[in-house]
Nanobody, 123 residues
């Protein structure tokens, strides 16, 4: 059974940093994507960063240069380093994993999701 658990959210001031973590377990696929998505109040969920099984990363244009996705294969843990936080980054951040390495930023292709972690940025 695939399980995905996020942690690391919180409340920070504009310009601050956070690192989100995602522990994924129970999957056996050799080819997969792991991604971070967010949903702000009143908005649709959007993909912000993803990494595939060979380490190729993809970012939404709105976060390039500020967000960095990485993975520790030994710990089966995905990270999202968020720097220079802005109030518009306030959202629930979700981690997800899917089989296959196509469309890694397309949330509708993902099967397994975590419960989400809240990030709140104050100005």
């Amino acid at each position: 059974q695939v399980q995905v658990v996020e942690s690391g959210g919180g409340s920070v001031q504009s310009g601050g940093s956070l690192r989100l973590s995602c522990a994924a377990s129970g999957y056996t696929w050799a080819i997969y994507c792991m991604g971070w998505f967010r949903q702000a109040p009143g908005k649709e969920r959007e993909g912000v960063a993803a990494i595939d099984s060979v380490g190729m990363t993809t970012y939404a244009d709105s976060v390039k240069g500020r967000f960095a996705i990485s993975r520790d294969n030994a710990k089966n843990t995905l990270y999202l380093q968020i720097d220079s936080l802005k109030p518009e980054d306030t959202a629930i951040y979700y981690c997800a994993i899917k089989r296959g390495n196509g469309g890694c930023l397309r949330d509708r292709l993902y099967t397994y999701w975590g419960q989400g972690t809240q990030v709140t940025v104050s100005s």
